[in-house]
C-alpha cells in the first residue's frame, strides 16, 4: 500500500508540475523537477536538493565567473605576453612595436660615399649616385591557442566536494586568474622560442612556426648575399668554445677581435654583442685565463666587452638557443611587432564540447620580427651555427607528459 501510494503521489507531482508549465511558461522539466524537489539542471552548476534519481541530474560548467574574469582583465591579459619576454627584449635592444596591421614597411635611405672630387676646368665631369632606398619589412602573423580544459581538475576539499567553478561560498573562483595568467604566459613564453629560432610554416603546429625569428633572418640574408665578408659584416671567428686549459683564452680574443674588425662607425657608438649562455661562459672562462680576475660589471649587472672602452657589452639569452652565433649590432635595429591591441577580447572562455565539464581558452594576436638594416655601420655577426633544439615555454612538454 505504500509503494503505490508513493507512485500515486509522484504521478500528481508530475502531473501537477506539467500543468503548472503549461499555465506559466516555464519549462515542464523545471516544474517536475521543482515537484519532486530537485534541480535539473542544463546550462549551470547547481547543488542538488531533495534526493537524485540517478540520470536526471547532469553538472554542467558555469564559465560566467571565467568570461568575466577575462573580460575584466583584457588590457591586462593582451599586454602580458610581450612582459613576460619585455625584459629580455630590452636587454638585447630590441625595439617593440605595437599596433601593427599585416605589414609595417620601413625605408631606409642609404647614402653613397666617394662623391667628392677634385674640380678643374679640365675635368671631365663625373656624376654620383646619391644613395638607395632600402626596404625593411616587418609582417605580423596570426597566432592562436586553444586550451581544452577539464573544470573538475579544479575540485578541491576547499571549495568543497560538491562545489564546482565559480559556486563557492565566495561565488569567485580561487583558480580563474591563475587558469588565465598561466594560459597567457605560456603563450608569452612561446613568443620567446619563436624570437631567434622560429621558422615560418603557415601548416606548422609549434610555435617556432609562426615567423622568422633573427637567427633565420640572417641566415636568409647570408645566402642571399646581403651578408658577406665582402660587404664588412660577416666575420670569421671560428668555433667558439669552453677553455680547454686554465691559459686557454681564444674564447676572449675570438669576441675581442669581432669587435675590432667591425666598421669604425661601430666603435663610437654603444653597441651589443647577443649570444647565448654557452659562448657568454666561454668568454668569462677565457677572460680570467687572460687577466686572472673576473669581467667587469655595469651598473645594469652587464658584462663590459674588454677593450672597448666600456662602448660594448655582451647580452646573453637563452632565447638563442646554443651553437656559436654572435651578433653585434646597436640598440634598436631589431624590431618585435606585434597586433593585440585591437578592441577585440583577447581571451575568450567558451563552453562549445559535447562533455559538459569542459571549458575552452581560446588566445589571439600576431607577431612578427624585422631587422632594419644589415649594414656594416650598424650589424656584423660571426660564421657561428646557431641550434634551437630546445624550448623553454612553460615546466613541461604537454606532448611529453
Not at 236 to 263: E, K, N, Y
Not at 292 to 302: G, L, S, T
Request: proline fraction near 4%.
Amino acid at each position: 500500500m505504500k509503494t503505490i501510494k508513493f507512485l500515486s503521489l509522484l504521478l500528481m507531482s508530475v502531473v501537477l508540475g506539467a500543468t503548472a508549465s503549461f499555465a506559466t511558461g516555464i519549462s515542464p522539466d523545471i516544474a517536475i523537477g521543482g515537484a519532486l524537489g530537485l534541480n535539473i539542471v542544463t546550462s549551470t552548476v547547481s547543488t542538488l536538493t531533495g534526493f537524485s534519481i540517478s540520470g536526471l541530474a547532469m553538472a554542467v560548467v558555469d564559465i560566467s565567473s571565467l568570461q568575466e574574469s577575462a573580460i575584466r582583465y583584457n588590457r591586462d591579459l593582451k599586454l602580458l605576453p610581450v612582459a613576460i619576454i619585455k625584459e629580455e627584449l630590452g636587454k638585447l635592444g630590441i625595439a617593440l612595436i605595437p599596433d601593427i596591421q599585416n605589414k609595417d614597411i620601413r625605408t631606409n635611405f642609404e647614402r653613397a660615399g666617394g662623391i667628392m672630387a677634385p674640380y678643374s676646368t679640365t675635368m671631365t665631369i663625373n656624376n654620383s649616385d646619391l644613395g638607395k632606398a632600402v626596404e625593411s619589412i616587418l609582417e605580423v602573423h596570426d597566432a592562436y591557442a586553444s586550451v581544452k580544459d577539464n573544470v573538475r581538475n579544479y575540485k578541491t576539499t576547499k571549495i568543497g566536494p560538491d562545489q564546482l567553478l565559480g559556486k563557492n561560498t565566495s561565488k569567485v573562483h580561487p583558480w580563474q586568474r591563475t587558469m588565465l595568467w598561466a594560459i597567457v604566459s605560456t603563450f608569452g613564453e612561446d613568443l620567446g622560442d619563436c624570437l631567434y629560432g622560429g621558422t615560418r610554416n603557415a601548416s606548422g603546429l609549434t610555435p617556432k612556426d609562426l615567423f622568422n625569428g633573427f637567427d633565420t633572418l640572417l641566415t636568409t640574408k647570408v645566402s642571399s648575399g646581403e651578408i658577406s665578408a665582402a660587404k664588412g659584416n660577416l666575420y670569421a671567428t671560428g668555433a667558439i668554445t669552453a677553455p680547454a686549459t686554465a691559459d686557454d683564452t681564444d674564447a676572449f680574443d675570438q669576441l675581442r677581435a669581432m669587435w675590432a674588425s667591425a666598421h669604425p662607425t661601430m666603435k663610437k657608438i654603444n653597441t651589443i654583442l647577443q649570444m647565448n649562455y654557452d659562448v657568454f661562459e666561454a668568454y668569462q672562462q677565457a677572460h680570467f685565463n687572460k687577466y686572472k680576475y673576473a669581467p667587469k660589471i655595469d651598473e645594469y649587472q652587464r658584462i663590459i666587452l674588454e677593450g672597448t672602452g666600456g662602448k660594448c657589452r655582451l647580452v646573453p639569452s637563452a632565447f638563442m638557443g646554443t651553437g656559436d652565433r654572435v651578433i653585434l649590432t646597436k640598440p634598436g635595429n631589431f624590431d618585435f611587432g606585434m597586433d593585440s591591441m585591437k578592441d577585440q577580447q583577447f581571451v575568450q572562455v567558451r563552453a562549445p564540447y559535447e562533455d559538459p565539464n569542459f571549458a575552452q581558452f581560446w588566445i589571439q594576436g600576431s607577431y612578427g620580427t624585422r631587422i632594419n638594416s644589415v649594414n656594416k655601420k650598424v650589424l656584423v655577426i660571426n660564421d657561428g651555427t646557431p641550434i634551437h633544439a630546445t624550448n623553454f615555454s612553460g615546466d613541461y612538454d604537454s606532448a611529453a607528459s
